[in-house]
């Protein structure tokens, strides 16, 4: 047992050296912005103007994967506020003084990142369906998932929860579709 709490203390030490080491990028304007910018769009309009975006360069045959993704979304916002407030962990700046909030919370707690897990699901989704829009898709969610750790909102290992949450949701939506 006691192993145990050795191996989750040194986990731990190094989520936080690692979070605190990718904050202190956001002291730079133009990084600050970029990824405030990248983590705004994550809230939902990048996603919601791909789905637009897919109906109306689809017509009828794109109503069917944007409501996958639609879907795919709504249950990772089930599943993430259910996490949430099961794990309650507080937010990186809000535990080490070293660390920077240079973005807005939308919720008070950190375990699993929801834009990240939003990210995931909906790219592997679009994916699915148009593997060409691969260039736009995949940097845009890794960019979002590295916004969230930049801005002090959360750590590395939230955001790889919350990208191991969305690729479940996203790989059993398609085995059931």
């Given at each position: 047992?006691?192993?145990m709490?050795?191996?989750?203390?040194?986990?731990?030490?190094?989520?936080?050296?690692?979070?605190?080491?990718?904050?202190?990028?956001?002291?730079?304007?133009?990084?600050?912005?970029?990824?405030?910018?990248?983590?705004?769009?994550?809230?939902?309009?990048?996603?919601?103007t791909?789905?637009?975006?897919i109906?109306?360069?689809?017509?009828?045959?794109?109503?069917?994967?944007a409501?996958?993704?639609?879907?795919?979304?709504?249950?990772?916002?089930?599943?993430?506020k259910?996490l949430?407030?099961?794990?309650?962990?507080?937010?990186?700046?809000?535990?080490?003084?070293?660390?920077?909030?240079?973005?807005?919370?939308?919720d008070?707690?950190?375990?699993?990142?929801?834009?990240?897990?939003?990210?995931?699901?909906?790219?592997?989704?679009?994916?699915?369906?148009?593997?060409?829009?691969?260039?736009?898709?995949?940097?845009?969610?890794?960019?979002?998932?590295?916004?969230?750790v930049?801005?002090?909102?959360?750590?590395?290992?939230?955001v790889?929860?919350?990208?191991?949450?969305?690729?479940?949701?996203?790989?059993?939506?398609?085995?059931?579709?």
């Open positions: 047992m006691q192993r709490h050795l191996v989750i203390d040194r986990f731990n030490k190094l989520d936080s050296r690692l979070c605190v080491r990718a904050n202190r990028t956001s002291r730079f304007m133009g990084v600050r912005l970029f990824f405030r910018l990248v983590s705004r769009l994550g809230d939902g309009v990048f996603w919601y791909v789905m637009l975006g109906v109306l360069s689809h017509g009828a045959d794109g109503i069917f994967p409501l996958h993704m639609a879907l795919a979304g709504l249950t990772g916002t089930c599943v993430y259910w949430k407030g099961k794990t309650l962990r507080p937010r990186p700046y809000e535990v080490h003084q070293d660390i920077w909030l240079t973005g807005k919370p939308l008070r707690f950190s375990f699993p990142s929801g834009h990240t897990l939003h990210a995931v699901a909906f790219c592997t989704v679009g994916l699915f369906y148009y593997p060409a829009l691969m260039p736009l898709l995949l940097p845009f969610t890794l960019m979002v998932a590295l916004s969230r930049v801005l002090g909102l959360h750590y590395p290992s939230d790889l929860a919350g990208a191991a949450i969305g690729a479940t949701i996203a790989t059993i939506s398609i085995a059931i579709v």
